[in-house]
């Protein structure tokens, strides 16, 4: 019973995003808009690009993750699912965890996929493409896990909208600081293990902890 | 029997009414240690001989920092205590909570600015502590604009407590990426004072203004929990009775 609706959760917003193109779209289109934009405001200089292609692609990772987090529960908890989640008597962690892995499928993989293209928009050193693929790969976790967190706080409120940026730009700090730093390092050459396996750790150490904090939060979210 | 103390934190008048009590002898101690503090920190204690007579405002900067970190703790003790207990008074702590620790944190920063115009020719550089202290701040805020988007009170308590609790895991990890980022970028050279350590004539009244600005932080609390009280409660006969003044 319990383990299915983990299962069911994951297949349910799979099956949900896949109807709906655009909403699996959507975060990748913003995502090479805003990608787009740093030339505009920084100069098409290719060599100033490549200096700052780490850190743009990884705050621009970070809106992306906003942006879909937003509205990861909002049609859940509109139409009754996670009233219906809470009362079957299943655990509501797994439930949170389901919503956690799915948001970083639909979001976070496609995103690790696509990353190597958008970083040579920005003219990056090859060397550092690898880094960068497994850094947003295992950061974008750390990510979804958070994102599922501040849409479970939120949800309940109609004005929840900048609010959510708030709350999760500054616990999403450590994961732009070292993913970040993972690929400059990687860029100039030195060894990225040690730093990859905190990143791993921590996010090892999210998906298993926050799901505890939105399970507690969606029960809040429903007195409302 | 042994309990008897706990449950009485359960109870608004008569927390009220210890707030009171506690308040009428902490509150003059606070301000008089303020004064002593301020007056022998930034007139008595002996100039630094490197900063000359810039280097006071560590009488203002230090203890507003540490109490600005403290306050976080504060905050999600209390928030941990109304997740386990459902206790009202702790909500309200953490509800004002917030906001002090968010003034606090500002202040440390503009201290901070303020000390570093002459000492590091530049109002604000991307040093690790005071990006820590930007992002505290970033939290508090977070915390405060959650519990106000709520309309059930009890409910934005409950999640504002998880809030800043995930908080308190994070910042730890926060503290460290900081530093780790710190280390990382170092621009050219920002020394702070160069000898770490601090001779007793100048180390006493900072003592005393940190013991002062504690001091300080636990008035402001109680203040705003008995304003909170009233507010929360004022539907009650107990504050009724206290409004109107019968006993």
Redesign the interface.
Known sequence: MSTSLFTKVVHRQLLLAFRRPAALLNPLTFYAVVIALMPLGLGPERQVLADFAPGLLWIAALLASLLSAETLLRSDYDDGSLEQIVTSGGSVYLAALGYVISHWLITGLPLMLLVPLFSQLLSMPTEGVLALVASIGVGTLLLSALGT?GAA??V??R??GM?IS??L???E??VL??GA?LV?RAISGLAIQGLLSILIG?AVLAVT??PI?IA??IR??L?? | MAWTWFHRLGSPPWIYHFAGRVLRYLLPLTLLMLCVGAVWGLAFAPPDFRQGNSYRIIYIHVPVSVVALAGYYVMAIAGAVS?IWRMKVADLMMRVAAPIGAGLTLLALVTGAVWGKPTWGTWWVWDARITSMV?LL??Y??VY??YE????KT?AA??CA??S???T??IP??Y???D??YS?HQPASIKFTGGTTIDPSMLYPLLLMISAVYALYVCLLLLGLRAGLIDSESTTNWVKREVLGEH
Do not use: H, M, Q
């Not at chain 2, 988007?149 to 059930?152: P, V």
């Open positions: 967190l706080l939120t309940a409120l004005r929840g609010l708030l709350l730009l500054p616990l700090v450590p600081i070292l730093g400059e921590l902890l926050v904090a507690a939060s809040i979210s007195e409302v | 997740l992002i970033f939290l805020i977070g604009a959650l988007a709520y309309d059930n409910l409950k999640a998880i809030l609790l995930v908080g895991v994070n990890i926060i460290k990426s900081v780790w980022w990382l």
